[in-house]
């Protein structure tokens, strides 16, 4: 019996083939095994179960069509071939469309059911698969992807690679460097799933479900791989379905099937690898010797029973000695300015990933589906292009900040209609404006108009609603910094609200509320956050500052209600995650309402909020929680939201002109605008709509992703305001591009710069 065994990759993130030969030397002591790898830098080709060597030239240089016959060769003349290289597995269902009797790979067809996202063979499965999208989304739509994920989700490359993504930023990074290494814009996002991780590897013959066992990981390397973990047999519930999806595929060979299983006992199906895992020699160890059972059912020769030793394993490393006949490398030149060198898998694998993608025309083993699709571009509401349309830009010099009138109307008018709608007899929702997210006159009106409080963070700011005509008894003062100015700006008359920022400033409030210098119908203190980082608000998680709180609260003077407020962006912290908060702070006014007594009759939500977020869904989440407050906090009769960016956002635009373009080989072009970062700095934060006209119809068209860079005007490395966007072919030099959602700290934020 021989059998060749490849993917001997064994560093900390290892591939099986050690584990596969170990597992078979076991069962069949005589027979021969040979191991093939790509680069002799894999140490595994020095383990001493191969009975021979088959080194190949690395993937990039290899002739595949040469190799492809090696093997036929090597099959026909009845040895097996157990590959545990993802690609190489790929690539053979190519060869060999039909399969080989003695190659241990899946079909074609099977490989395609079981890509990643989707998993469409996991049908019938007890598992079910967290969130995707493909990265083909307009940013816009992806950035909401994260927001409703509580931007806990993972960019994947379409075989290896998964990178945990933060932030837009972290996002926009790490999908140019994925795409770049796969040359491929088919990568995808998932929604994480929190819990422990556990596989199923099984191995198969023909659509026969052969062996199977169950793996939790117990310990876990920095790369999340498996450095120990305990053995189980698999329940029926799951065997039977995964013998049924076994049969439908026609599968031969090991197999993997990742998952996690989460606080409620679900399991979430992660992964499917056609391959046996890195770790399974681990389940031999237990007794369960998965790859003897696929020799044996491939070829009808008995294995050697493995008996049990334990039921849990562990991993070590270990030295071992280095074959004569492939001695180590030499060390590379010296240095370079580089600081030693490490040992990343050295046999060109991304590199085989860009021939493969070269060779598959129809790219249907990668995404599932057999379908490419073009990037989307963002959808913009009507409203902007109406607002568009009234620009005559001729008349403005760029770059300029448009204000959409008929857009912001329309935000400040819902936004009313939906506190309007999610009022009930004993609470009352309002909206406050937050002034410092863009204090243009015309939105602070809008507010006004709208029936909203105005939010000031300083007394400056409580002077300009002032002047815009809100009356002092509308308007919440907050934030860390409110007395600045105090003498020249504290008006005379009672403020609606004053939420403290911390137990002195409220120790200091009181007293200035008790001698008459100031006047507020509400007074109450802004809360810090629990478990996410915050530097405002009183820090109520511990002991001694709770207390200290609570025994200001009964202090307060009786004339003023009691509120509370609490503020964290939703927008960065996601909104599954804010909505938890909303609960959290429920249970910890509760406390301080039962501690010290006093009611708390306003909460203030803060702000924070994405465009739209809030109203999802017509504010379902919105009107769960105000039934809810009740429960906790019988005394509530008014629920304040502050948004600022949720409505200053899209109502403003940022014009801008080219001044240049430059068109290299390859098709990317790199476009010079009199725009900067110095009008548009929230761009590292969240994507900008663009909008460009069409050069024959004049009709406004959102920009999709492409391979043109747009470079600001400024003479700074990051002035870059957008890359990897597509602009029309007949753009040209004094065309106008339009960055929409730029009318809250974009505008409040610009400064100037580069003028002289
Ligand atoms: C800034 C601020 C807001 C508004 O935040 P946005 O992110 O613009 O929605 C609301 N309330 C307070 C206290 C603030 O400081």
Redesign the pocket.
């Known amino acids: 019996m021989k059998i060749y065994i490849s993917g001997l990759y064994s560093g900390t993130n290892p591939q099986p083939g050690i584990g596969i030969a170990r597992s078979l030397r076991a069962a069949y002591p005589t027979a021969t095994l040979v191991g093939v790898e790509y680069s002799n830098r894999c140490s595994g080709i020095h383990w001493q179960d191969f009975d021979d060597i088959w080194l190949q030239r690395p993937w990039e240089e290899i002739n595949l069509d040469a190799h492809a016959a090696d093997i036929k060769k090597v099959l026909d003349s009845g040895a097996l071939w157990i590959s545990s290289i993802d690609l190489e597995i790929m690539w053979m269902a190519n060869v060999f469309p039909d399969g080989h009797p003695n190659l241990l790979t899946p079909p074609r067809a099977a490989l395609e059911a079981v890509a990643k996202p989707a998993i469409r063979a996991s049908t019938g499965l007890p598992v079910k698969i967290s969130p995707f999208v493909t990265t083909d989304l307009s940013d816009w739509d992806l950035h909401a992807f994260c927001r409703e994920h509580d931007w806990k989700v993972w960019l994947k490359g379409p075989y290896y690679d998964a990178v945990k993504t933060r932030s837009w930023g972290e996002f926009q990074d790490m999908r140019g460097a994925l795409s770049g290494a796969w040359s491929t814009e088919n990568l995808f996002l998932q929604s994480h799933v929190s819990g422990y991780e556990e596989s199923v590897s099984f191995c198969a013959y023909r659509g026969e479900l052969l062996d199977l066992v169950q793996m939790r990981k117990r310990d876990l390397t920095e790369l999340n791989k498996t450095w120990a973990g305990d053995v189980a047999k698999v329940s029926e519930t799951f065997a039977a379905p995964l013998r049924e999806v076994v049969r439908r595929l026609n599968w031969t060979g090991g197999a993997e099937l990742e998952m996690v299983r989460d606080a409620d006992n679900q399991l979430w199906l992660i992964e499917c690898n056609p391959r046996f895992p890195a770790w399974i020699h681990g389940a031999t160890i237990t007794g369960c010797n998965i790859p003897a059972r696929l020799v044996e059912g491939a070829t009808g020769v008995a294995a050697m029973k493995t008996a049990p030793i334990a039921a849990e394993f562990t991993r070590v490393v270990l030295e071992v000695p280095v074959r004569p006949e492939y001695p180590l490398s030499p060390l590379p030149e010296p240095l370079n300015g580089a600081i030693g060198h490490s040992l990343k898998h050295p046999s060109g694998l991304l590199q085989f990933a860009n021939r493969l993608h070269k060779l598959e025309t129809d790219a249907s083993v990668q995404n599932g589906d057999g379908e490419t699709t073009k990037p989307q571009a963002a959808q913009v509401p009507d409203t902007f292009i109406e607002d568009l349309e009234s620009v005559d830009f001729a008349e403005i010099q760029t770059p300029a900040s448009l204000f959409f009138k008929n857009t912001a109307a329309e935000l400040f008018e819902k936004a009313a209609a939906l506190a309007g709608e999610l009022s009930t007899d004993e609470i009352k929702v309002s909206n406050?404006y937050?002034m410092?997210?863009n204090p243009d006159e015309r939105l602070v009106k809008l507010a006004l108009e709208s029936g909203f409080y105005s939010?000031a963070?300083s007394l400056l700011e409580v002077q300009k609603a002032i002047q815009v005509g809100f009356r002092p008894e509308q308007v919440i003062l907050?934030?860390p910094g409110k007395w600045w100015r105090k003498d020249e700006a504290l008006p005379k008359e009672s403020l609606y609200s004053v939420?403290c920022d911390s137990t002195e400033e409220l120790s200091q409030v009181v007293e200035a509320v008790k001698n008459g210098e100031l006047k507020t119908k509400t007074l109450g203190v802004?809360l810090r956050t629990p478990n996410i980082r915050s530097r405002?608000g009183i820090p109520i998680d511990t002991p001694e500052v709770f207390q200290t709180l609570v025994e200001a609260v009964r202090d307060l003077p009786g004339e003023c209600g009691f509120g509370v407020?609490f503020?964290m962006?939703s927008?960065n912290v996601g909104i599954k995650q804010w909505w938890h908060l909303f609960e959290s702070m429920l249970r910890w006014c509760c406390s301080i309402e039962a501690l010290s007594g006093r009611a708390v009759e306003i909460l203030d939500i803060?702000?924070?909020?994405f465009p739209e977020d809030l109203q999802k869904n017509s504010g379902e989440q919105f009107r769960r929680a105000i039934k809810l407050i009740p429960e906790f906090l019988p005394h509530v009769r008014e629920i304040i939201s502050?948004?600022?960016?949720?409505l200053?956002?899209p109502s403003m635009a940022m014009a801008m002109q080219i001044l240049e373009i430059r068109s290299f080989a390859g098709g990317t072009q790199e476009v010079v605008v009199d725009g900067s970062i110095a009008e548009l700095p929230m761009h590292f934060f969240y994507p900008h709509r663009i909008l460009c006209q069409d050069a024959a119809n004049g009709e406004w068209k959102s920009l999709s992703r492409g391979r043109t860079q747009l470079l600001g005007r400024l003479c700074m490395e990051h002035d870059i305001v957008a890359s990897n966007i597509a602009l029309p072919e007949t753009a040209q030099v004094g065309d106008v591009l339009v960055f929409c959602d730029a009318g809250?700290?974009d505008r409040s934020m610009s400064y100037v710069f580069g003028r002289g």
């Not at 502050?642 to 949720?646: D, I, Q, R």
């Open positions: 406050a937050s410092k997210t939010e963070i907050n934030g939420f802004r405002f407020h503020h962006a927008a803060g702000g924070g909020w502050e948004p600022g960016k949720a200053a956002q809250a700290y």
